[in-house]
């Protein structure tokens, strides 16, 4: 895909940190160190992504928070002084930047927020997520046949292709149909990720095309200074 989404791989990277300061017995101070310098290289790279990420934790949190308490609180009791050393330890190397952006904001007026113009156009559709990715070399021959079929999906938006697709859709019918075997934990996974795929879908649910101007939550996020720039 576009060069610029290498910056995905921020995401196991924090992720891979977290884990490993949440399960080590010993040493952890070195992890939460570590941790917090992961999120300030997350933050330099992809502002957007680390919005992302924050909301990955606060869906995740809250998730666990409804669905198994013990979990959070065991994470609480026992990580939360490592958690606050990796804040501090992001907030000091992130100093000189948080200088820098109020210098910017005492010297430059305050920017209106853009419309949702950008957002509704880069923003998943429905029907996108049941076409494979023309980026894709395994199934990339089909996508001959479906545009044969469906021409709306010719149209040249590299967005509309750029989602795993069919992929998603595959997974979580697999995941349903062996429902009761799935263990709890990983059943909340699932909720979280089925709210994570409604933010992608953007401020209004788009299916084959056509804005139905149906509000999602993502649209919450225009409505919040900075985040809807």
Do not use: C
């Not at 907030?91 to 948080?98: H, K, N, Q, T």
Request: charge should be positive; glycine fraction near 6%.
């Amino acid at each position: 895909a576009h060069p610029s989404y290498t910056a995905l791989y921020i995401f196991p990277l924090v992720t891979y940190f977290f884990l490993r300061l949440i399960h080590a017995k010993d040493h952890k101070i070195p992890r939460a160190i570590s941790l917090g310098i992961t999120f300030v290289i997350t933050l330099l790279t992809n502002l957007y992504f680390t919005v992302m990420l924050i909301l990955l934790a606060i869906v995740s949190f809250i998730f666990f928070l409804i669905g198994n308490k013990k979990i959070i609180r065991g994470l609480l009791k026992k990580n939360l002084y490592y958690i606050f050393i990796s804040g501090i330890t992001a907030m000091v190397i992130l100093f000189p930047w948080m200088i820098e952006v109020y210098k910017v904001q005492l010297l430059t007026t305050y920017p209106t927020p853009s419309s949702l113009i950008d957002a509704i156009a880069y923003s998943g559709d429905l029907f996108n997520f049941i076409l494979p990715s023309y980026v894709n070399p395994f199934y990339k021959h089909l996508l001959g046949v479906i545009v044969h079929v469906f021409p709306y999906a010719q149209r040249g938006i590299f967005e509309s292709f750029m989602y795993p697709g069919i992929i998603i859709l595959i997974g979580y019918v697999l995941i349903f149909y062996h429902w009761k075997k799935q263990e709890k934990n990983i059943k909340i996974l699932v909720f979280i990720s089925v709210g994570l795929f409604i933010f992608s879908l953007g401020p209004f649910l788009q299916i084959y095309g056509k804005n139905l101007h149906i509000p999602l939550p993502y649209l919450l996020l225009h409505y919040i200074p900075y985040f809807q720039l």
